[in-house]
């Protein structure tokens, strides 16, 4: 159980174009999802928090614009990035937030990988 | 804030040895304590994870210890397979600030040596 799926696992598309990427959690309904961006040899960073029909939350330094998040269901979350330029090549990865015994666990989708040209 | 201190960032073993990474944390309100696995191109894998109510937990091969007092908690992993090589990373997470946001350490990259 606690499987995440993402959609595209790679994309590489033309600068000044858009790109969704979508996550979906495929056994168990979660309430909050998370968008991570992470660099060759780099940790993980938090890009926003995306809550169930409700705005994400941004970390500070993240353009809400520039990365527009929607989570219409409890099983879908998806991340558009606007008018890609080749700075916002990276790996982007998505978790779902599972309940369980003594609280909340996330489990993480197997990343996209973007590249613009 | 929080803040994860994780180290060593690079760890060579020989198969069949054990290896241990070792996290700091700042946040006392910290009770969740997650540990994944992330291997080349790919999202990181929950291997274990450990509650502040719980001194060690153990999982085959893996266990994980956490002092509350020192504010640090360890990955230890016994018999090391080649399989084992990969990007490990610890996090913490303050269930009770109302937000379920983890704090990553920076990363352990180890490599089992057959």
């Known amino acids: 159980g606690a499987v995440v799926s993402q959609h595209p696992s790679w994309v590489i598309c033309k600068s000044g174009t858009s790109v969704k990427i979508e996550c979906r959690s495929l056994?168990?309904?979660?309430?909050?999802m998370f968008w991570y961006r992470q660099f060759p040899k780099q940790s993980l960073m938090l890009m926003a928090t995306s809550n169930e029909g409700s705005k994400a939350t941004y970390e500070q330094g993240v353009e809400k614009d520039k990365f527009l998040i929607n989570h219409a269901s409890l099983t879908l979350s998806t991340l558009t990035v606007t008018s890609a330029h080749p700075e916002d090549s990276s790996f982007y990865i998505c978790?779902?937030?599972?309940?369980?015994?003594?609280?909340?666990?996330?489990?993480f989708g197997p990343g996209t990988r973007l590249l613009v040209l | 804030g929080e803040n994860v201190e994780q180290h060593p960032s690079t760890l060579s073993v020989q198969e069949g040895d054990s290896a241990v990474i070792k996290c700091t944390y700042s946040?006392?309100?910290?009770?969740?304590f997650p540990w994944y696995k992330q291997e080349l191109g790919k999202g990181p894998q929950l291997i274990i994870d450990i509650r502040s109510n719980v001194g060690e937990k153990k999982d085959q091969r893996i266990a994980v210890t956490l002092n509350k007092t020192a504010k640090h908690f360890s990955l230890h992993i016994t018999e090391t397979q080649p399989e084992d090589s990969a990007v490990y990373f610890c996090?913490?997470?303050?269930?009770?600030?109302?937000?379920?946001?983890?704090?990553f350490g920076t990363g352990t990259r180890l490599k089992v040596l057959a």
């Open positions: 056994d168990f309904q979660a309430t909050t």
């Open positions: 978790s779902a937030s599972r309940s369980g015994t003594g609280g909340e666990t996330q489990y």
């Open positions: 996090a913490a997470s303050p269930f009770n600030r109302g937000t379920y946001k983890y704090i």
């Open positions: 946040d006392s309100a910290s009770n969740y």
